[in-house]
């Protein structure tokens, strides 16, 4: 699993790297383009999100036809494209043409179904949590990175370094991940979208992933402005706040997923997470000195990386196994709409609203969002077996009813049943009894 994974993660958080990298004064350097105002800005920060969640459909259906590998390159080079444009713009129309561009690379869906192609059922969620642990590595390196090598070579520079890092990613793609295997699959059910949709679970967390990213992009839109206009720092001087962020952020990342993977307590890690948002924004809103706004962001960080680990592992086990690619995808288009809603609605509303006015409504949102996650119930531990069909009888497959069987399916290519079960009500012996 782990020479299939770890390329496969290196890719995805580099990406990620080149986007969270401009994230921390991206709207100081926009606001002073031409053409520029708050909403506009706001655009631009969380602009990538929007053409990622229209296209993350489209491209997972192309890496059906295509493949997986030609379908990450495609991506891979979109997103260089869109950063040069980014590192050339001299307005602020070109610049958010450039960032739509970046992110009509949608490429995450289809890492996703690349791991799910090489890894088995059972490994997939350690799977997912190391694609989420490398994620939220890559943003908290990016927090100290992106404010010190803007400030010294320029916020272009930063845009020329995200496109050297795509085409990078294209060779670990081609050198170091295998290709996937043509594995088709037959199941016991088919996928229904009304299933899926009125999942209340599913349902949290996509709301879940839509709060989160959304305060994520606002906090970078005001964080910068905030300390450069109201406290008078220099872009020189924002390592200062992003710094400390970063490594109390990295800190709480390991335990959080620990906790949550390996005691079961998703839910609980959720909630502190969500604390930690209401509790950052009440410090950034009504602080009166930096000192106090920095405390606040530093905060905010840690609520980010405690949730940002464990969020595609956490989705994808309230998934029946037929379901998951298509609860991956809305997961993740409710997060891209989250990230582009953020942008738009903070820098609307930061023209026309004091800041501490938007912190107080945000406080009550996670408040009612933290009433939400309560009423989850975290997700169970359940087993796979991967029996032969050369040995058990796929006909007998209508005695697979037991109450402690979840699902199963066949992987016609390699041959095998999958019944993925509860080892606590039945055991595989008993399972292959039941196929015998």
């Known amino acids: 699993m782990i020479k299939s994974v770890l390329p496969l993660s290196l890719i995805i958080a580099l990406r990620f790297f080149g986007l969270f990298l401009v994230l921390p004064i991206i709207s100081v350097?926009?606001?002073?383009?031409?053409?520029?105002?708050?909403?506009?800005?706001?655009?631009?920060i969380g602009g990538y999100a929007l053409t990622q969640m229209i296209f993350q459909v489209p491209f997972g259906m192309i890496s059906d036809k295509l493949g997986r590998k030609k379908t990450i390159i495609i991506g891979l080079l979109l997103f260089a494209a869109g950063s040069l444009i980014c590192a050339l713009s001299s307005d602020i129309y070109s610049l958010l043409f450039g960032r739509l561009l970046q992110g009509a690379g949608a490429i995450g869906a289809v890492v996703t179904a690349t791991i799910s192609d090489l890894v088995k059922e059972e490994q997939r969620a350690k799977a997912m949590a190391t694609m989420g642990m490398f994620i939220g590595v890559?943003?908290?390196?990016?927090?100290?990175?992106?404010?010190?090598?803007?400030a010294s070579f320029g916020i272009h520079t930063l845009f020329y370094i995200t496109m050297i890092i795509a085409i990078g990613s294209i060779f670990v793609l081609i050198k170091m991940v295998p290709n996937p295997p043509h594995i088709t699959h037959t199941y016991n059910k088919k996928v229904e979208l009304g299933a899926v949709l009125g999942n209340v679970n599913l349902i949290k967390m996509n709301i879940t992933n839509f709060l989160q990213k959304g305060l994520m992009t606002f906090a970078f839109m005001i964080i910068p402005i905030v300390l450069t206009k109201t406290y008078g720092w220099q872009l020189t001087d924002l390592w200062q706040v992003y710094m400390p962020a970063m490594v109390f952020g990295f800190i709480a990342m390991a335990p959080a997923a620990i906790i949550a993977e390996k005691k079961g307590k998703f839910r609980e890690i959720l909630i502190i997470g969500i604390v930690f948002f209401a509790v950052s924004y009440l410090i950034i809103g009504f602080s009166t000195s930096s000192t106090i706004f920095v405390i606040g962001v530093v905060i905010f960080?840690?609520?980010?990386?405690?949730?940002?680990?464990?969020?595609?592992s956490l989705a994808s086990k309230f998934a029946k196994v037929h379901q998951r690619g298509l609860v991956l995808g809305i997961f993740n288009s409710a997060g891209y709409l989250g990230t582009f809603l953020g942008g738009l609605i903070g820098g609307m509303f930061y023209e026309s609203v004091t800041l501490t006015t938007l912190v107080v409504v945000i406080a009550v949102i996670c408040a009612l969002w933290a009433v939400l996650i309560i009423t989850m119930a975290n997700p169970s531990k359940k087993k796979f077996a991967y029996l032969s069909l050369n040995e058990f009888h796929l006909e007998n497959s209508g005695n697979l009813t037991h109450n402690a069987i979840d699902e199963w399916y066949v992987n016609n290519t390699e041959n095998v049943i999958?019944?993925?079960?509860?080892?606590?009500?039945?055991?595989?012996?008993?399972?292959?009894?039941l196929l015998r």
């Open 301 to 312: 960080f840690i609520g980010f990386n405690m949730h940002e680990p464990i969020m595609q």
């Open 138 to 150: 890559a943003f908290a390196a990016s927090m100290a990175a992106g404010p010190t090598l803007g």
């Open 418 to 433: 999958a019944i993925k079960y509860d080892n606590e009500q039945i055991t595989e012996d008993e399972i292959k009894n």
């Open 29 to 44: 350097y926009a606001m002073n383009l031409e053409g520029s105002t708050p909403t506009l800005v706001g655009i631009v």
